[in-house]
């Protein structure tokens, strides 16, 4: 693991230099799947390569370190238990999408993540939610990231934009679609990261020019990164409002982050990676 920054409390920059103020982080509560059965032994996404032999152990490993970061930021983390066969199952970011009470579960797009669904709900009853399920495709929080009370959607390669009202519906949130163009970016959490209520980060390649513009009505203030933080995932990333988890590669992104007052935390989860995911993927967040 590269801790990119000692986690200090509250170290606020001297004046006069181009940082902004140190960020309020909030108590999260996130649940994460371990790679127990993680392979890669299916193409889903570019960057899936069955020919890529895969360390199950070393995933096991920089999981936990992940899971340990987490917890070490005082941040609750639920274990769901894995199954064997479902070797997507380590990326609990698609298992569907937590608010309150009510879990919209997620509804796959490939029949091989089909199983994952009956796993994740019946993990998400025993946990007490209201299970909905939607008619359309909907891959949970791979595709529905939270800003505030605006429920950012994306669709275009996996979930099904009709699949947007449903979630409306079910949760009572507003929903912004969010087209998405570029294969390599086939989620809304590969190209889009949500820092607190109000600020995100984005790869703008990646959207539409009508997203974009939307995007950019949304939020004067985001920030734009750079294809090589891009191409190593490094917007797949998970923050309390100050400290951002991430991949430790996307070197540029964390600068940026740090410009404006964020703290990053890297860890290296190259075996994830060959299953196209990274922080955010391995992360289904426990919205209040
Ligand atoms: N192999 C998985 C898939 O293609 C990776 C999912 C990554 N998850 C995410 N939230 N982006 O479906």
Not at 61 to 85: E, F, I, K, N
Not at 156 to 184: K, M, N, Q, S, Y
Request: hydrophobic share 40%; with cysteine; charged share 20%.
């Amino acid at each position: 693991m590269t801790i990119f920054d000692e986690v200090m409390p509250d170290a606020v920059p001297a004046s006069g230099t181009a940082v902004s103020p140190a960020r309020t982080m909030t108590i999260r509560h996130y649940a994460m799947t371990a790679p127990e059965h993680f392979t890669v032994e299916y193409a889903i996404n570019p960057w899936m390569d069955t020919a890529t032999p895969v360390d199950t152990a070393l995933a096991l490993d920089q999981w936990d370190t992940l899971r340990r970061v987490y917890a070490d930021l005082g941040h609750t983390v639920d274990s769901v238990t894995p199954r064997r066969g479902l070797p997507d199952m380590v990326y609990a970011a698609n298992g569907g999408f937590l608010v309150g009470d009510t879990a919209v579960v997620a509804r796959f797009a490939y029949p091989q993540r089909a199983g994952e669904a009956d796993a994740y709900a019946e993990w998400m009853t025993a946990a007490g939610y209201r299970t909905v399920f939607t008619h359309h495709v909907n891959e949970g929080q791979g595709d529905l990231l939270l800003v505030g009370s605006n429920l950012l959607a994306g669709y275009g390669f996996r979930t099904d934009r009709r699949a947007h009202a449903e979630i409306a519906a079910a949760t009572g949130l507003d929903v912004t679609g969010l087209e998405l163009i570029d294969p390599r970016f086939y989620h809304l959490d590969t190209a889009l990261a949500v820092l607190d209520d109000s600020t995100i980060a984005y790869y703008p390649p990646a959207f539409s020019d009508d997203a974009r513009r939307r995007i950019t009505e949304l939020f004067g203030d985001a920030i734009e990164v750079g294809s090589a933080d891009a191409y190593v995932l490094g917007l797949n990333v998970v923050s309390d409002g100050r400290h951002v988890v991430m991949p430790s590669a996307a070197t540029g992104f964390a600068d940026q982050l740090r410009r404006a007052g964020f703290e990053p935390i890297g860890v290296d989860l190259s075996e994830l990676l060959k299953g196209g995911g990274s922080v955010k993927c391995c992360t289904l967040e426990r919205y209040p």
